[in-house]
């Protein structure tokens, strides 16, 4: 995920590799582990290149949300969104699958501006370099995103820092997660250590946001059956568990650090 930033890149499992798509009408518990399943060893075996100086080990926590999903989802499916066409050939998709993809936008356009404050809020080396790498992944994965509503003929939300945006609505709505106005504000007015501080602490409850947002779309009956919207799901969920660890520990150094 925190490679060069190539927009028309498909979500992946690990570099090079790819998961194999779930049949469509396939809503089997045997359908939905299998495909985790290949992506959690997928996660297992894979690992960021030494020249981009992280460890980038993936978790297979993701086979216990497809778990919890089984237990709730049955053979019926939810009824498909109008856009999706029995005739096209593709997998009918939800709109469950809608929700996940579009509020993901705003959720990942929140996380790219808290990120870009780094440099002018004296943000320190480690930081910054963590925040280049959340914008370059969130930014791919925001393209994604508007490229796959746009194919399938739904609306395309704004990338807007503020919340998910849609027509009709008067004011942006908060994905689970996002900082709030008030915290934002808070957030643009430190600096230095402070900044770090805040940062840290707000961005892990941003990414366990999006971590909810994977479980709240696998529960749901019938979604994620489209191969890449199951796929976009397992990145963000390794990616950001996978930064949650990193952030926590940057955390507690810098506690250690001010005493």
Request: charged residues 20%.
């Amino acid at each position: 995920m925190f490679g060069n930033c190539q927009a028309s890149r498909e979500p992946r499992l690990a570099d090079g590799m790819s998961a194999r798509p779930v049949a469509a009408g396939d809503s089997s518990c045997i359908g939905r582990l299998a495909l985790a399943a290949t992506a959690t060893a997928a996660y297992a075996r894979s690992a960021t290149p030494a020249s981009r100086g992280m460890e980038h080990m993936k978790t297979p926590w993701l086979v216990v949300i497809a778990t919890a999903a089984c237990a709730t989802a049955t053979a019926r499916q939810e009824t498909p969104s109008p856009a999706a066409k029995a005739d096209t050939g593709r997998p009918a998709y939800t709109a469950a699958d809608v929700h996940f993809v579009a509020g993901m936008i705003g959720h990942h356009a929140q996380a790219v501006q808290m990120a870009g404050w780094a440099p002018s809020h004296g943000a320190s080396a480690a930081m910054r370099v963590l925040c280049e790498r959340i914008v370059v992944a969130q930014n791919d994965e925001i393209a994604f995103a508007q490229r796959w509503l746009r194919e399938h003929n739904e609306v395309v939300p704004p990338a807007d820092p503020r919340g998910h945006v849609m027509p009709g609505m008067d004011h942006p709505m908060l994905m689970p997660g996002m900082l709030t106005p008030d915290q934002m504000a808070q957030l643009d007015a430190a600096r230095g250590r402070e900044f770090d501080r805040l940062f840290l602490t707000f961005m892990i409850q941003h990414h366990q946001g999006a971590i909810t947002m994977v479980a709240q779309l696998l529960a749901a009956p019938g979604a994620a059956q489209d191969g890449p919207i199951f796929r976009f799901a397992a990145d963000v969920n390794a990616d950001q568990t996978t930064e949650i660890d990193r952030m926590t520990r940057m955390l507690d150094d810098l506690k250690r650090s001010a005493q």
